[in-house]
């Protein structure tokens, strides 16, 4: 059953792949303009760092670090996620859900493996020699069971992301436009780009607790920094882990709903 | 003529209006941000109350008018241009007895009105009672930064339409918002005042039309420049808009030719 | 054994009522009030394996929702629905292995690539076998003319050559049940004709049930044997073809344009001896059904040339709300006919 949907999303995503590259002007626009737009992130700590040593105890590289690997995660979610923000305006409006409905597969995996974001792979770029630089810069290096944490971290963070713009993609079954609610929670990552030390008490305990963002930048860079939480760094995929968890049995009820309201 | 105009306007406060919901959304993410760079100010703050000539007090004002005004200047013209040219809707307006680019310009009006009511209102209310704001040095101050910010906005305005033209070449009117996004954001003052920028990053920065989107305006009112600055403030401003309005209204009947060969 | 069976299906919608304006909005937040709307309203047949049948009603009449709830997509208020044994909502992954679907204006196809890679992807989703693939993919090149359709992206097919293409995918996976909402709307004549045909044979050959909701009564004549008439969310007929056939065939909707309704006119028209039904009369334009057995237009235009000049004159189909209109008098005049 899972090679089923294993060998299916990859048909899927030849397709999309395929597509991506006939588009190339649109490709190149999105890629470097999701760059630079998450470059202008790295330029503010840059600015800030001409005129100041630290922040709460952070050198310019621990916080990019954190910086890093945010966008990281970020990028591997709206490459293979961003479909969901189009559940409401797009599927449900125009009934394009009732389509994958009556097919033998998960309605949940045909949204998602209907349509990939090239434009998250400029957020890969930049994530990738952020966190790069800052590990050098840091002199932190890291042997192969580190390496592979890192990726542990990073997929799990990607993971942490899709399934909080799962649950509250969702909202699209009744509201039939979901962009609004998605871009609202989606705007609490900023936070999260930045160690949370910094803001106030609850913002870290929403951070972590209820929208936990934190758990896809902070905690697991300090596995590596060693700022005095690496305890809760290997929480990350646990985290991950429940948060999807709560996803598809959100996802669930709302398909359930929707299937009994017609909408 | 003047009746066209307020027409115009009207027409456009109630399209906004109608997409309440957007500027709902806007008003959160907006007054999120404020928050987010707040509480980074906040932390850079903790031990200096003065930073390149900005005191701590300043800068929680600098960042809440930044950032509103980042908003309403980068809100989404392009696609809206963009969508314009690829449905073929532009050639309605071409046709209409107006000049279009002069349309679109008090359109943009309309939208900042709205916008102002809507959600800058709003955002400015709750940042008074709850991060606290600075008042402008005097009342001439304040005269002086609601001239700058209107220039502000025709200027933001002229940037968005060449940059709206260039969906000519391309589908994703979107990328190239980004990309118009992205330059503002580093170059308009609107993450760090300028007065932080190394030297040849301010030379860079001076020679682009950026930070008359948004520092000019704001340094006014926190009295980063005062006096006989203002004015100089002020010229620039209007010297970019001739400039910006030149190089769009070149662009422009390009593209009109453009479109008029091509027929949409 | 019926391979749809259906007993008292009904469906319940829950409507919100707001009042109106700014003030009636935020108090419906506040006190939320409630309609209930019934689309379904105790429905029951049964389908048997092999069957072609005609599902159609006017629009709003609850074809739409009985479909989708025997397809699966929505969930019965109460009732019994069984498809091929199963219930859909419950075993949905299983019965949508059995079933295939064409749904009007909606594609099941991906938009950007070419048709045949959308083939590929249904293969892999139904498990079609290599060989049933292959063959079928063959069969329907050759029937529905698609072979220079395959290598072209959906986007840039017409409405017809898409309808073929949609047509195939959903008898590719050899379904027991296809449900074809609407499947030749739109189409000219001769991509009509390839698709009934198309879909016939199919029946002929693998028995696959076909159940049709069009409001094209050319398609109903030349695919379906079996008729289920919806309205107002309950059955009014469930028959043979061949009998409302009979009946309608009899008559026929005629248009006249005349220069005016004189009062002369009028009291023909009033009178008991018209030899038509009025159906409408808008302004100068009489609308008419009649018994063709009983008169012919031509004797209709020279008895009403007595009264006035006749502009224009047409034909129309006997239309699906004529139908209906026709079977609720009957009803109502108790010549019962549903079952």
């Known amino acids: 059953m899972i090679f089923k949907y294993v060998t299916l999303y990859i048909e899927f995503l030849k397709q999309n792949l395929k597509t991506m590259l006939e588009y190339k002007a649109d490709f190149a626009i999105g890629v470097s303009s999701t760059l630079l737009t998450q470059f202008c992130g790295i330029f503010f700590v840059w600015v800030i760092f001409e005129n100041i040593k630290q922040i709460h105890g952070w050198t310019f590289y621990e916080i990019t670090f954190v910086y890093g690997l945010l966008t990281l995660a970020k990028g591997f979610d709206m490459f293979f996620f961003d479909n969901l923000n189009a559940l409401g305006f797009e599927y449900v409006r125009e009934g394009k859900l009732d389509i994958f409905m009556i097919r033998p597969i998960s309605p949940l995996f045909q949204l998602v493996a209907s349509h990939i974001m090239?434009?998250?792979?400029?957020?890969?770029?930049?994530?990738?020699?952020?966190?790069?630089?800052?590990?050098?810069?840091?002199?932190?290096?890291?042997?192969?069971?580190?390496?592979?944490?890192?990726?542990?971290?990073?997929?799990?963070?990607?993971?942490?992301?899709?399934?909080?713009?799962?649950?509250?993609?969702?909202?699209?079954?009744?509201?039939?436009?979901?962009?609004?609610?998605?871009?609202?929670?989606?705007?609490?990552?900023?936070?999260?780009?930045?160690?949370i030390l910094i803001y106030p008490k609850f913002i870290g305990f929403i951070l972590t607790w209820i929208i936990p963002y934190a758990f896809a930048s902070?905690?697991?860079?300090?596995?590596?920094?060693?700022?005095?939480?690496?305890?809760?760094?290997?929480?990350?995929?646990?985290?991950?882990?429940?948060?999807?968890?709560?996803?598809?049995?959100?996802?669930?009820?709302?398909?359930?709903h929707y299937s009994s309201t017609g909408s | 003529m003047l009746g066209k105009i307020l027409e115009i306007i009207k027409i456009n406060i109630k399209v906004n209006l109608a997409y309440a919901i957007n500027a709902w959304g806007a008003f959160f993410v907006t007054l999120l941000q404020i928050f987010v760079f707040y509480y980074i100010w906040m932390a850079i703050y903790k031990f200096d109350s003065v930073i390149n000539g900005i005191s701590k007090d300043q800068i929680i004002t600098y960042i809440i008018l930044s950032r509103i005004i980042y908003t309403q200047v980068t809100s989404g013209f392009i696609p809206r241009i963009g969508r314009k040219i690829h449905t073929g809707e532009i050639t309605m307006d071409l046709l209409k007895p107006m000049d279009f680019q002069l349309f679109m310009l008090f359109g943009r009006i309309g939208d900042f009105v709205s916008f102002f009511a809507m959600t800058a209102f709003p955002i400015l209310i709750i940042c008074l009672f709850t991060l606290g704001m600075q008042a402008p040095l005097n009342f001439a101050t304040s005269i002086y930064f609601l001239l700058s910010l209107f220039m502000a906005i025709i200027l933001s305005f002229f940037v968005e339409f060449w940059i709206g033209l260039l969906t000519f070449y391309t589908n994703y009117s979107w990328g190239l918002q980004?990309?118009?996004?992205?330059?503002?954001?580093?170059?308009?003052?609107?993450?760090?005042?300028?007065?932080?920028?190394?030297?040849?990053l301010r030379t860079i920065t001076n020679l682009l039309p950026f930070q008359q989107m948004s520092y000019s305006p704001v340094s006014i009112y926190l009295g980063i420049v005062k006096g006989s600055q203002v004015y100089e403030v002020l010229g620039f401003q209007l010297l970019w808009i001739v400039i910006l309005f030149v190089l769009s209204r070149l662009f422009y009947s390009f593209a009109i030719k453009k479109i008029t060969v091509q027929g949409g | 054994m019926a391979i749809i069976d259906v007993e008292n299906l009904r469906k319940e919608y829950k409507i919100s009522v707001k009042k109106e304006g700014l003030a009636g909005s935020i108090l419906s937040l506040f006190n939320p009030k409630f309609e209930i709307k019934e689309a379904v309203k105790g429905v029951s047949f049964q389908i048997r394996k092999g069957e072609m049948v005609g599902y159609i009603g006017a629009n709003g009449a609850g074809k739409s929702t009985t479909i989708k709830m025997l397809t699966g997509i929505l969930t019965p208020t109460s009732g019994k629905l069984l498809v091929n044994g199963l219930v859909p909502t419950k075993d949905r992954i299983k019965n949508n292995m059995k079933i295939g679907a064409v749904f009007g204006q909606r594609t099941q196809l991906w938009w950007d690539i070419p048709v045949i890679e959308s083939y590929k992807l249904i293969q892999k989703i139904y498990e079609i076998p290599m060989e049933t693939y292959k063959e079928n993919l063959e069969y329907f090149s050759k029937t529905l003319g698609l072979d220079e359709l395959l290598h072209i992206p959906v986007r840039q097919l017409s409405l017809g050559q898409k309808m073929r293409c949609e047509i195939a995918a959903a008898f590719i996976h050899n379904p027991e049940i296809v449900y074809l909402d609407e499947p030749t709307i739109g189409l000219d004549f001769m991509v009509k004709e390839k698709i009934r045909k198309f879909i016939k044979q199919l029946n002929k050959d693998r028995e696959t049930t076909v159940i049709l909701t069009t409001h094209d009564l050319q398609d109903i004549e030349e695919i379906c044997s079996r008729i289920i008439i919806i309205d107002k969310g309950s059955i009014m007929f469930d028959g043979d073809l061949e009998e409302i056939k009979e009946e309608f065939s009899k008559f026929a909707v005629a248009n006249i344009l005349l220069k005016e309704i004189t009062p002369e006119l009028q009291t023909f028209l009033n009178g008991k001896n018209v030899g038509f039904e009025i159906l409408s009369i808008d302004e100068n334009n009489l609308n008419i059904k009649f018994d063709r057995s009983q008169i012919t237009i031509a004797g209709i235009f020279s008895n009403l040339s007595k009264y006035g000049t006749i502009l224009d004159l047409s034909i129309q189909d006997v239309s699906i709300e004529t139908i209906v209109k026709t079977l609720y008098e009957r009803k109502s005049l108790g010549a019962g006919y549903a079952r």
């Open chain 1, 118 to 195: 090239p434009d998250g792979i400029g957020l890969l770029i930049l994530g990738g020699i952020v966190v790069t630089k800052s590990l050098a810069e840091l002199k932190i290096t890291l042997d192969l069971p580190q390496i592979l944490l890192l990726i542990v971290f990073i997929i799990s963070g990607a993971a942490i992301i899709a399934a909080i713009n799962l649950i509250f993609s969702t909202t699209g079954f009744k509201t039939m436009n979901s962009y609004i609610i998605m871009s609202s929670v989606n705007s609490l990552q900023e936070f999260a780009f930045y160690p």
């Open chain 1, 218 to 256: 902070f905690y697991p860079a300090d596995y590596f920094l060693h700022k005095g939480f690496e305890h809760y760094s290997m929480l990350t995929p646990i985290i991950a882990i429940i948060l999807w968890i709560i996803a598809l049995r959100v996802w669930r009820f709302g398909l359930s």
């Open chain 2, 178 to 200: 980004t990309f118009q996004e992205a330059l503002v954001s580093m170059f308009s003052g609107v993450l760090i005042p300028l007065s932080f920028f190394p030297g040849w």
